[in-house]
């Protein structure tokens, strides 16, 4: 099987785009391989870049290659990704099983993740870039609940250590010689960071050919960011080739407790942070998509050919991050409140033969 795929995010002032190919091969009948290879090419600059900063562009590859093992009704995965650009460096291996219980109506599925990471910024030696670690845990059962119903739910704690903050991100505090002015300062984050996220997602089968997606994630962390998300998505089949596809995404933080847009003066806390993903906010994502699939025999030594598009629109509201770039004579805090809306958008072809 081939997968290729094309993705682009535009939005924030940001655009971010590039191509993912994946391969896979079977082996025997009970073992898979697979390699993928994946780009993001970066260019221009993100609000806290351009308050400060000229645009600029980069390009970040990830390379993975795996295995799939099966063996009566347990299946294994083992996998290993590279992820480099100019001033990150990332290494992490995955390791996954399932096993299928109860006429195969169960499914406990048990994952881990290790990763070793490299910070550093532009044009510093490799060797003084600092080092992060992650650690993932995943624990997921599936449910047949009747012919046309599922239900499924995930638990996953993450464990993250080291340089955390990013390198280039500063937060600002008010000028002590014009408290009508603002000054900039580095960002200092926890070394250590703790998350659980809590996942319930239900299918059900309509009687036209159609699908109902319902989905709610509740995620926590050490840090105090608690955030709820909420899915809807519905897909349609029409005739035998078309599948149409929408969705309704609502997402809602709160902010860390070392976040703030505005500090009273430098180095006013332990820890400093100003970053908006941080910060509390909420907002909506809604999708669309089309597939059309070309079933075996139509194109010689062809099983299976699918070309997908998927388009997703994102709003999103920020209660307190600012956006100091907008024009006009602000005092410090009071400049309008940042909104982002961005575009993502996908484009794959798959083929099976």
Same mark, same amino acid.
């Given at each position: 099987?081939?997968?290729?795929?094309?993705?682009?995010?535009?939005?924030?002032?940001?655009?971010?785009?590039?191509?993912?190919?994946?391969?896979?091969?079977?082996?025997?009948?009970?073992?898979?391989?697979?390699?993928?290879?994946?780009?993001?090419?970066?260019?221009?600059? @993100?609000?806290?870049?351009?308050? #400060?900063?000229?645009? !600029?562009?980069?390009? /970040? *590859?990830? =390379?993975? &290659? $795996?295995?799939?093992?099966?063996?009566?009704?347990?299946?294994?995965?083992?996998?290993?990704?590279?992820?480099?650009?100019?001033?990150?460096?990332?290494?992490?291996?995955?390791?996954?099983?399932?096993?299928?219980?109860?006429?195969?109506?169960?499914?406990?599925?048990?994952?881990?993740?290790?990763?070793?990471?490299?910070?550093?910024?532009?044009?510093?030696?490799?060797?003084?870039?600092?080092?992060?670690?992650?650690?993932?845990?995943?624990?997921?059962?599936?449910?047949?609940?009747?012919?046309?119903?599922?239900?499924?739910?995930?638990?996953?704690?993450?464990?993250?250590?080291?340089?955390?903050?990013?390198?280039?991100?500063?937060?600002?505090?008010?000028?002590?010689?014009? @408290?009508?002015?603002?000054?900039? #300062?580095?960002?200092? !984050?926890?070394?250590? /960071? *703790?998350? =659980?996220? &809590? $996942?319930?997602?239900?299918?059900?089968?309509?009687?036209?050919?159609?699908?109902?997606?319902?989905?709610?994630?509740?995620?926590?962390?050490?840090?105090?960011?608690?955030?709820?998300?909420?899915?809807?998505?519905?897909?349609?089949?029409?005739?035998?080739?078309?599948?149409?596809?929408?969705?309704?995404?609502?997402?809602?933080?709160?902010?860390?407790?070392?976040?703030?847009?505005?500090?009273?003066?430098?180095?006013?806390?332990?820890?400093?942070?100003?970053?908006?993903?941080?910060?509390?906010?909420?907002?909506?994502?809604?999708?669309?998509?089309?597939?059309?699939?070309?079933?075996?025999?139509?194109?010689?030594?062809?099983?299976?050919?699918?070309?997908?598009?998927?388009?997703?629109?994102?709003?999103?509201?920020?209660?307190?991050?600012?956006?100091?770039?907008?024009?006009?004579?602000?005092?410090?805090?009071?400049?309008?409140?940042?909104?982002?809306?961005?575009?993502?958008?996908?484009?794959?072809?798959?083929?099976?033969?």
């Amino acid at each position: 099987r081939s997968d290729a795929m094309y993705h682009s995010y535009s939005g924030d002032g940001v655009t971010i785009d590039g191509p993912s190919v994946l391969l896979r091969k079977k082996v025997g009948n009970k073992v898979s391989l697979s390699a993928n290879y994946y780009v993001d090419t970066i260019s221009g600059a @993100s609000i806290d870049v351009r308050a #400060q900063a000229s645009e !600029y562009r980069e390009e /970040r *590859t990830e =390379t993975t &290659v $795996g295995a799939d093992f099966l063996h009566n009704k347990t299946l294994m995965n083992v996998s290993y990704t590279n992820s480099s650009e100019n001033d990150f460096e990332a290494n992490s291996y995955h390791l996954s099983f399932s096993q299928d219980f109860f006429g195969d109506l169960t499914t406990l599925s048990l994952a881990y993740a290790r990763g070793w990471d490299s910070v550093g910024q532009r044009g510093q030696a490799e060797s003084d870039w600092e080092d992060k670690d992650l650690q993932n845990y995943k624990l997921g059962l599936t449910q047949v609940i009747t012919k046309n119903a599922l239900f499924s739910m995930d638990i996953d704690i993450i464990s993250d250590e080291g340089k955390l903050e990013n390198p280039y991100r500063v937060n600002r505090y008010i000028d002590p010689n014009d @408290s009508t002015a603002f000054l900039y #300062q580095p960002e200092l !984050y926890p070394d250590t /960071r *703790t998350s =659980t996220a &809590v $996942g319930f997602r239900g299918m059900y089968f309509l009687p036209y050919r159609a699908s109902l997606k319902l989905e709610y994630r509740y995620f926590s962390d050490s840090w105090d960011i608690r955030s709820n998300t909420y899915d809807v998505a519905y897909s349609h089949a029409f005739k035998e080739r078309w599948i149409f596809e929408t969705r309704l995404r609502y997402y809602q933080q709160d902010q860390a407790r070392f976040y703030s847009d505005l500090f009273p003066f430098a180095n006013s806390q332990t820890h400093l942070a100003r970053d908006k993903e941080l910060s509390a906010y909420s907002g909506f994502t809604y999708g669309l998509g089309v597939s059309y699939e070309v079933k075996q025999g139509v194109i010689p030594f062809v099983n299976r050919l699918q070309l997908s598009f998927l388009a997703d629109f994102l709003n999103y509201d920020y209660d307190n991050f600012r956006d100091v770039t907008a024009g006009g004579n602000y005092l410090p805090g009071e400049e309008p409140l940042y909104e982002l809306d961005a575009w993502v958008t996908r484009t794959s072809l798959i083929v099976e033969f």
